[in-house]
């Protein structure tokens, strides 16, 4: 059974940076896409940053060159970057992932995922 364990959010001021990890464990043979995803309060959740297959990477818009997406295999452990943080990414963050995907297809929607963890918040204030 896989387990996903996010940790590192947090309460910061606008501008400011976090780091989220997710770290897997049960099932630690690859897994060919791994994403964040977030849900603000009232709203639906949606993807924010995928690594695909052949580790490439792809943003939803809002997010692009401020968040980074990574992963170290040998720690089983994806990690998300957020610099210049905003009130409007207040949000609980998901690390999702799926055993099998194509490559170069990057994708942000829930119903692609089988794996999920429990969230971190993350709150910006202005």
């Known amino acids: 059974q896989v387990q996903l364990v996010e940790s590192g959010g947090g309460s910061v001021q606008s501008g400011g940076s976090l780091r989220l990890s997710c770290v897997r464990s049960g099932y630690t043979g690859r897994m060919d896409c791994m994403a964040w995803f977030r849900q603000a309060p009232g709203k639906e959740r949606e993807g924010v940053a995928v690594?695909?297959?052949?580790?490439?990477?792809s943003y939803e818009d809002s997010v692009k060159g401020r968040f980074t997406i990574s992963q170290d295999n040998a720690k089983n452990t994806l990690y998300l970057q957020m610099n210049s943080l905003k009130p409007e990414d207040t949000a609980m963050y998901y690390c999702a992932s799926v055993r099998y995907c194509s490559y170069g297809y990057y994708p942000f929607a829930v119903t692609e995922y089988t794996y999920w963890g429990q969230g971190t918040q993350v709150t910006v204030s202005s």
């Open positions: 690594i695909g297959r052949d580790g490439s990477t």
